[in-house]
């Protein structure tokens, strides 16, 4: 074995833990698919809690911070079973002492069990909380059978 061949072979790249590959992958990705990335980091945006109060209301709380009640819209359509939460980002080019990450957004949420009845649904803004309580059909209510 002569030395030029020995060289070659200690200058060869060894694979790490995670191997070579995983970790050029990540890079690469990252670098050349941008707007996948962007996409992915803004899909929850904004943060939402949906859950059932004490009587059975579905109720969906948006966090808004640095949106005012005039940008919201809250837009229900029953016949499509569907409830569609919208802001509209207006930035004021006078007011720079407070700098808050908003952007525009439209979530539609639809349901799919038809067991709300969305034409009763009722929203509040305060302090930057969007709540939307829609209530259950009184048809909806789970009913237990007697078994003779």
Known sequence: ?????????NTRRVPGLLGRTVFDDIFDSF???????VKQSTTG???TDIYSDEDGNTVMEFALAGFSRDELTVDVKPEERSLTVAATSSTDEGKTERRIARRSFKK????????????????????????????????????SIDIT
């Open 108 to 143: 539609t949420y639809v349901n799919y069990n038809d067991d709300l009845d969305l034409s009763k649904s009722a929203a509040t803004f305060k302090d930057g909380l969007l709540s939307v309580v829609v209530p259950r059909r009184p048809d909806a209510e789970p009913l």
């Open 1 to 9: 074995m002569n030395t030029t061949q020995l060289t070659r072979i």
């Open 45 to 47: 945006y904004p943060v």
């Open 31 to 37: 670098f050349t698919d941008v707007p996948t990335y």
